[in-house]
């Protein structure tokens, strides 16, 4: 239950004067668009601060106002000049003076009635607005605002400015954050009170009054104490959901699973190569995990064509030697297929049954397969988040494997934790996205880490090349006689929009025009393709029947075909940077020469010039991720706009990094301490929790 205190901050913005149906929409839009629930609320606005600040606290005297600068004057109307009929293009003017000089208003497309009674001649009225100098004679065009002498406090002298929407005004907004501010309840405290002093920062509800009351662009800034607050109680809340995940996670016992070896021997055995030195420590680490009587909630990262499939049969292959049960999930149909068709061979040396389950099997097959599962008949079942879903009942999973997942929120985390019912399952989180530190502490900060650091042996540097999309006819002369000579390639086609069928259209005719040229050795996949044909062309192309891939981003993680070693990328200026290194990762997965060809339309913007560039410098994941951040900033690197993973609202990262790790030991000790959050400060932090949206993590209190 939601504190009652809170009550206020959730209630929806049409209880606010001036908000209907219309407002109230538009403001759901750029508040809370991914909030469930049609509204948004009081809290939603409050949290959405001023970009920029407008002073009009400047009030000269006619004689004294600066041309180029807002002023505030006190001025007497004097004479209203409309224009002749018909002119349009020549203004409106109101002459004004005061005992300094002459100031005209100058209104284009006005109507003279409503100026004569906004500014009737004789009287006097405070007018604010931007001073120019037109041709010697001092204008104000367009007054923001026109208030007679007595109404002198309607007019903000200094104005924060909001972030806004088309069809919502400024005045609109700051109407309804005046209401808002004063519905802030005076919260119980939830800072440390040596901590709050140490850094200056106020009370939570004086930090948001004074977010909304700047007195100067220092207020403005990141570091200032009323937005520093708030963006550390937002890390803070972050931190502490996940350190309750976590805590919970270990909570329930996990059990100890050891394997006896015999099986992954013979694995090794069949394999055409021996493991890195880095898969061995990888797999030594998530060994020692699954021993342990805890549960294992560790995240594997490894840079793209690092090996990490390996290392997930391998520990999927401990379970099976204890006699349990394994889950290998990946995030599309795709690649579950791919990782059923690389397993199934290693498996079968070994003798380790294995099963796919995806939304596509359906009926009998999909009813044999869950029995045998539900029966122990099964070792390891392969599949998407259909594995997930309810009426997958193993009879003892051991551990969830859990594929690319740059997509996998705490929500996920806590429906598989739901899954695997009271049996204490171990969880391996797989990312070939490189995650930069401040990132892994946000979204993953109550997991262990561990990383492939090294690639396998014998991998050559792939030859990375921009060029002008002008270049067409030569790649694709390029392209013929590599194929010629035996070559495999991708050819990724550009997003058009965020819509998988226009992809889909450009992919289309490409694929044509490559097919005119290279005949029936060209295929295409793309997103909107039913699943089997999909399948049927991956395979083809992993078989080598098929020389040019045609694909739109469906490949870009986990694909697997070490034989392809040239990838084109039309339109890279239209990728991000994780995703071009993704998209790249496909090739140079053999011993081979492998070739990436960037193709991109002129002119480059700078960051895209730049994105290119740093492509072209490294192939280190880590540095590509670091540049990524610099660029343009977290969220796209761990993909969480397409994730619906909470980004953050006030807090920015990497900026706010030091107040992160501040709030991970906050949240760390904080619990060490007050396991229930039932003390003072604990059931303060439960409100806080509830304020951003994190208050999922309350249930685990409750549980177990
Ligand atoms: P990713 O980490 O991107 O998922 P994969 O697991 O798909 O990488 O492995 C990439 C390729 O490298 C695969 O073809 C795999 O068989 C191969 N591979 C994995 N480990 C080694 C190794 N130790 N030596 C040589 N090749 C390896
Ligand atoms: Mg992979």
Known sequence: MRPHILTPLFAGLRTLDGIGPRLQTLLKRLLAPHAPGGEAKIIDLLLHFPASLIDRRARPKIAEAIPGQLATIVVTVNEHRSPPRGQHRIPYRVTCTDETGFLELVFFHAKAPYLEKLLPIGETRIVSGKIEDYAGR????????????????????????????????GKVARKALAQAIARI???????????????SWPAFAEALRAVHAPQSENDLLIGAPARARIAYDELLANQLALALVRKNLRRIAGRPTEGTGKLREKILSSLPFTLTASQIKVLDEIDADMREPHRMLRLLQGDVGSGKTIVALLAMTSAVEAGRQAALMAPTELLARQHLNTLTPLCESAGIRLALLTGREKGKERSRILDRLGEGGLDILIGTHALFQEHVDFKDLAIAVIDEQHRFGVHQRLALQAKSGGGGTDVLVMTATPIPRTLLLTHYGDMEVSKLLEKPAGRQPIATRAMPAARLDEVMDRLGSAIEGGAQAYWVCPLVEESDVLDATAAEQRYAALKKRFGDRVALVHGQMPGAEKDAMMQGFARG???????????????????????VIEHAERFGLAQLHQLRGRVGRGSGKSACILMYKPPLSDTAHARLNALRETEDGFRIAEEDLRLRGGGEVLGTRQSGLPEFRVAALPRDGELLAAARDDARMMLAGDTELSGERGEALRSLLYLFERDEAIRLLKAG
């Open 185 to 199: 309840p005076e919260l119980p405290e939830w800072q440390d009170a040596a901590w709050l002093r140490q850094n």
């Open 545 to 567: 029947e098929i020389s040019v891939l045609v694909a739109t981003t469906v490949i870009e993680v986990g694909v697997d075909v070490p034989n392809a070693t040239i990838m």
């Open 138 to 169: 001092l204008q104000m065009p367009h007054p923001d605002y026109v208030v007679k002498p007595d109404e002198a406090d309607e007019l903000p002298l200094l104005e924060p400015v909001y972030p806004l929407t088309a069809g919502l005004s």
